[in-house]
């Protein structure tokens, strides 16, 4: 079936510009994950959504991120006033939540690559 | 404190070595434990679930300690496609959320 789908995979914007990523989750996944990664360093995880929960924001670097999740399917990652640090691979995943428990897996996208001239 | 620590490396070990990686975490409460594989510019994907006994899938053995909140990953009879980095996961409850640590890089060389 399909996997995780974002979009788009590239995105090259100039300084202080808006930008929209959207994710596509495994249709039935309650559980979607928004991290970013720059070159050489670890996931740093940024907003997490569990069905109808309120989303866990405790990553989001400032206020000029802001993601949603609508009728808990697909998500949009907005950030404003872009700078050059937010330049960075985007990754979003999906997982069954609860009702994975224990073996509860995420399924990651292939990322949206941000680079802010 | 992160709640997920593990040792960056690099480990660089010739084919055929025997590779052994832990990971620490923080809240004694955690239930759920994973290792994810990352290759360069690529997506993380799971490489297998941690369970309480340990488990075993060819070349690669997860262990759990819970009394000293540590898992391990022992790699056995290296290749070189094992090159990656490996990624230590714990999730506080059965199906919430997931934490990730930094990652740690094995090269492994002819």
């Known amino acids: 079936g399909a996997g995780v789908s974002q979009s788009p995979s590239n995105k090259v914007t100039e300084k202080g510009k808006d930008v929209e990523l959207r994710c596509d989750p495994i249709?039935?996944?309650?559980?979607l994950y928004w991290y970013r990664q720059s070159l050489g360093q670890g996931l740093e995880f940024l907003i997490y959504?569990?069905?109808?929960?309120?989303?866990?924001k405790s990553g989001l670097p400032s206020d000029r991120f802001s993601a949603e999740r609508t009728g808990g399917s697909v998500s949009t990652l907005t950030i404003q006033r872009t700078q050059q640090e937010d330049s960075a691979v985007y990754l979003c995943?999906?997982?069954?939540?609860?009702?994975?428990?224990?073996?509860?897996?995420?399924?990651f996208g292939p990322g949206t690559r941000l680079t802010v001239l | 404190r992160k709640e997920v620590e593990q040792d960056p490396g690099p480990f660089n070990v010739p084919e055929g070595a025997t590779v052994a990686f832990n990971c620490t975490y923080s809240?004694?409460?955690?239930?759920?434990f994973f290792w994810y594989r990352q290759d360069c510019r690529k997506e993380p994907k799971l490489l297998m679930s941690?369970?309480?006994s340990g488990n075993e899938d060819g070349r690669f053995t997860a262990q759990l300690n819970r009394a000293s909140q540590y898992i391990s990953l022992l790699i056995r009879d290296s290749k070189l496609s094992d090159s990656a980095t490996y990624l230590c996961?714990?999730?506080?409850?059965?199906?919430?959320?997931?934490?990730f640590g930094d990652g740690t890089t094995l090269t492994v060389k002819p």
């Open positions: 809240n004694s409460a955690s239930q759920s």
């Open positions: 996961v714990v999730q506080r409850k059965r199906g919430g959320k997931s934490t």
């Open positions: 941690v369970y309480s």
């Open positions: 959504f569990q069905g109808n929960s309120a989303p866990d």
């Open positions: 249709s039935g996944h309650t559980a």
């Open positions: 995943a999906s997982s069954l939540g609860w009702a994975g428990g224990s073996t509860d897996t995420q399924y």
